[in-house]
T-cell receptor, first 110, second 112 residues
């Protein structure tokens, strides 16, 4: 089945760029997603990328997809304190169900 | 516009009891998915329903069941609660075309 792996923690200074990485196993994923979860809240869809794209940019967010290596990354430019949250990478498995990684906790240093 | 709404937001049960969690999808969404999120983990897929039919089931015991109603709202039922069922239960609705999930705030279940 689908497996999605991501590092658990990332610390970044305010104003710097954050890069959160993810690897996935199921190459049949049509879409790959990034979700954000703030404390005590549900998950918010940040962005998604279609599997035939290698890059998508949306304001401060840039998603890079390396389909050959099954590697997905999320870059947040000019990281702000409000970006502090847990970021989940997710992909579709062969049954079209969305499977999540364990999340990367982004900590912003002043 | 209302997003996905879930109720109750918090509840406390004891082992062996039964719980029913409710979800109303975004207007126009016909697909509802349920996820369990244990503290410190990512959401784990439990069920997906589309047009009142079960479209998928995750690796959860038969104590977990769900249904979808004609108005596309959904209920998740868990019988014979165990301590390990303590978690945030998330409901999400979606358009089938892109699959992107729109989540509610969740129901936090504590089993004592």
């Amino acid at each position: 089945g689908e497996d999605v792996e991501q590092s658990l923690f990332l610390s970044v200074r305010e104003g710097d760029s954050s890069v959160i990485n993810c690897t996935y196993t199921d190459s049949s994923s049509t879409y790959l997603y990034w979700y954000k979860q703030e404390p005590g809240a549900g998950l918010q869809l940040l962005t998604y990328i279609f599997s035939n794209m290698d890059m998508k940019q949306d304001q401060r967010l840039t998603v890079l997809l390396n389909k050959k290596d099954k590697h997905l990354s999320l870059r947040i430019a000019d990281t702000q304190t409000g970006d502090s949250a847990i970021y989940f990478c997710a992909g579709q498995n062969r049954d079209d169900k969305i499977i999540f990684g364990k999340g990367t906790r982004l900590h912003i240093l002043p | 516009d209302a997003g996905v709404t879930q109720s109750p937001t918090h509840l406390i049960k004891t082992r062996g009891q039964h719980v029913t969690l409710r979800c109303s999808p975004i207007s126009g969404h016909k697909s509802v998915s349920w996820y369990q999120q244990v503290l410190g983990q990512g959401p784990q897929f439990i069920f997906q329903y589309y047009e009142k039919e079960e479209r998928g089931r995750g690796n959860f015991p038969d104590r977990f069941s769900a249904r979808q109603f004609p108005n596309y709202s959904s209920e998740l039922n868990v019988n014979a609660l165990l301590l390990g069922d303590s978690a945030l239960y998330l409901c999400a609705s979606s358009f089938p075309s892109t699959g992107e999930l729109f989540f509610g705030e969740g129901s936090r279940l504590t089993v004592l």
